[in-house]
């Protein structure tokens, strides 16, 4: 089988906003949001949820998303915007992410940026940094995804640039129900991506819904 | 986290029939059953179902059912009656299950059987042949497992006998929309298991309906 490119547990609103505008985020606001639990808290609720660190949490529909996050997944590819709340030149190498000394990933992350950086490895993750179009920077990942899936893990600006460039082959979009009028907008409408894809929209018990696509 | 005895992917009838009755079984009947392709078809038509050999197959939501299969099992436990058509004590060891030489398992295999056969290994499956209760032979799985979960793989009766003895953790049952009417029933209804478990009812664009519960 194919190495894929996925977009996966990918979570926005009603209106199709997947973050704060850029000139929102902060340490503090990671996805420049108030209160984004309410977009992020379905998977926060399962036992597979990538920071859980004790034993519960739900084994409904929400937990088949997040215990997918690692199966086949041999490396991710993030905008410098997940990575952290920085623009322009990096001042210094202090800054390693948002997720403490255990980041989820446990695979090589290459983080695009025109900034160059070294390097470097926190616990199963190794991040590099990377400048190039969408293409160049998923054959690296590919390369060192040695054969599994490669995820795409956004954010929104990320995202469109790699499905511009046709280089997605599945998403799953969990569509939160509530509107957040402004930010960073996926889509103005999941049909928008039905001329490439696939759709099943699947209702969950815990409000979201979620949007599952792959090419035609 | 615990390991945890898990039912996945089993299927059956809208009125809770999974194989035809014992008698029914023959080695052109499996399932015992006419056209068992009613109940399993949805799995079939999935990228990831394991017998799969081309890359074609849906990846919505049936397809995190079949994906998830393999992912954290280290073993399974299985009735006689899943895997073969015989009764009574063995009349040699020809008989290899109905898989072929690529068994999908791909772990250690317990078959609960009052009748010795020594254990033998085809590809990555290794088949050991067990008497005793559900307990002991859980015992074993477990060990074998080496930390991974356990699948319970059925059929019917199986099931039934870990349910009575309160060891399954999770069950993923598929109910595709049509009655049997006789045949080797695992329930008069899901709501008998709520009692001890959640229950989460997810319908499929394909027409299967997943039921999932997980302990209360």
């Not at 309410?38 to 609720?45: E, H, Q, S, Y």
């Not at 739900?58 to 997040?66: I, Q």
């Not at 215990?67 to 990575?83: L, Q």
């Not at 695979?107 to 969408?134: C, I, W, Y």
């Amino acid at each position: 089988m194919d190495q894929l490119l996925r977009v996966m547990n990918f979570c926005v609103s009603s209106d199709g906003i997947g973050a704060g505008a850029g000139e929102h985020q902060s340490l503090e606001r990671p996805f420049g949001l108030d209160r984004p639990e309410r977009l992020f808290g379905w998977a926060g609720a399962t036992a597979h949820w990538t920071m859980r660190t004790d034993s519960g949490g739900s084994r409904g529909l929400d937990d088949y998303f997040t215990r997918d996050f690692a199966r086949n997944i041999g490396a991710e590819i993030m905008g410098r915007n997940k990575f952290g709340p920085q623009r322009g030149p990096w001042q210094d190498d202090e800054w390693r992410g948002w997720w403490g000394q255990e980041p989820p990933f446990r695979t090589p992350v290459f983080v695009m940026t025109h900034h160059k950086r070294p390097s470097f490895t926190l616990s199963d993750t190794t991040f590099h940094f990377v400048d190039g179009d969408p293409a160049t920077v998923l054959a690296h990942a590919r390369e060192a995804a040695r054969g599994m899936d490669v995820r795409l893990g956004g954010g929104v600006t990320t995202i469109r640039q790699f499905l511009d460039a046709g280089l997605v082959d599945t998403l799953h979009v969990a569509v939160s129900p509530l509107k957040l009028g402004s930010g960073l907008r996926l889509w103005e409408s999941p049909d928008e991506l039905l001329d490439r894809f696939h759709l099943e929209v699947v209702p969950s018990p815990s409000g979201v819904t979620h949007h599952l696509f792959w090419r035609r």
